[in-house]
């Protein structure tokens, strides 16, 4: 089962441009977006309640859409508003839409009741647009159920062993037992490591002195949201007591969307604040994020078919994996409300 009352991640801006209608599954619903006249963001079911065809190959009339199959057509609500040869619609006829939000870049989507979709509960993402920081659009589509990447995220152990080449660093970096904290709706991890090296990512933008302080601090919610502030700067310069002197510092922002219950939209990037006038910083920080990225991918697709084989083999849990239980463990939480909410509708009808 996937969390319905939350927002997802549901694309980047760019990717539903002016006049184009752009189609996504999100856990397991076909959905197009499009932009009205004004710019607002529009969600609709793509799949026409006549005979179930996509919407998305229909045709944009002003900011209505018109289901190319037999003709009918519906407003931006959702509500069909011609259908040829026939006079009387019956109220019925309607796709189901979903609240949206566009900030910082991100198109965020509720997939569950609309009367709980509070814009408040969006996660603070500022740094993907604030002028104060670069970054570029990242996205990357898994076959994988998202709980596995969920996983790699809340364990960063696994740095130095899967990306040495990119994000790693020395494999000092994976004998530090992090800080976990739980929050109402996921965790926070901090992990510390003092006096290493700097992860060739890193040094491939700054020139270091020598050896670093290295830190990785994020909050990771429901239903699959990583805001990380991470950086390192000279040893003994202040870094773990909060001066931080000629560091680089970034600030990572990451969505895990659900496309089914096998198959994840990954959407991330990470943002620095230093060399923000050299584009080809910019750059190199986000391909070996991409490199790295591309790495996590290929270990945890190997995974999911390892696992796939034998449907009986349960997981040997381990100290550093306090992280992914918790948030395993927020996460049937919310779906044991969503499902003891939806008896009770059910017993009140």
């Given at each position: ?319 550093i994996d306090s992280a992914l239980s918790q948030f395993r463990w927020v996460v049937d939480r919310q779906l044991a409300e969503e499902r003891e909410a939806r008896q009770q509708l059910t017993g009140e009808r």
């Amino acid at each position: 089962m996937l969390i319905e009352n939350t927002w997802y991640v549901a694309a980047w801006s760019h990717e539903v441009p002016d006049g184009a209608m752009f189609p996504r599954v999100i856990t397991g619903l076909p959905i197009v977006m499009y932009r009205k006249a004004d710019g607002e963001i529009v969600a609709l079911e793509d799949r026409c309640c006549h005979r179930g065809a996509p919407l998305s190959l229909g045709r944009r009339e002003g900011d209505c859409v018109r289901c190319m199959y037999h003709g009918l057509k519906f407003d931006s609500a959702g509500t069909c508003v011609e259908a040829p040869a026939q006079q009387r619609i019956p109220p019925r006829v309607k796709v189901r839409t979903f609240p949206v939000v566009e900030r910082h870049r991100w198109i965020w989507i509720w997939m569950g009741d609309p009367a709980l979709a509070n814009p408040d509960a969006i996660p603070d993402t500022h740094w993907l647009d604030d002028p104060a920081w670069r970054s570029l659009p990242g996205y990357i589509h898994y076959g994988v159920n998202y709980l596995l990447i969920c996983d790699n995220l809340l364990d960063f152990s696994h740095l130095p062993f899967v990306h040495p080449t990119t994000l790693g660093g020395s494999e000092d970096y994976a004998t530090v037992q992090p800080k976990i904290e739980r929050l109402d709706n996921g965790v926070r991890v901090t992990r510390w490591t003092i006096n290493t090296d700097a992860p060739r990512y890193a040094a491939a933008v700054k020139e270091w002195p020598g050896k670093v302080d290295r830190w990785n601090i994020y909050d990771f919610t429901l239903p699959a949201v990583l805001c990380m502030d991470s950086g390192m700067a000279p040893t003994g310069t202040g870094a773990p007591e909060g001066t931080r002197v000629n560091a680089a510092e970034f600030r990572g922002c990451q969505a895990l969307t659900p496309e089914t219950e096998n198959s994840t939209h990954y959407f991330f990037s990470h943002p620095h604040n230093f060399a923000i006038d050299q584009p080809e910083v910019t750059r190199s920080i986000h391909q070996s994020v991409v490199d790295a990225f591309d790495e996590d991918r290929e270990i945890i697709t190997a995974q999911q078919k390892n696992l796939a084989l034998d449907p009986t083999f349960r997981m040997t849990a381990f100290g550093i994996d306090s992280a992914l239980s918790q948030f395993r463990w927020v996460v049937d939480r919310q779906l044991a409300e969503e499902r003891e909410a939806r008896q009770q509708l059910t017993g009140e009808r």
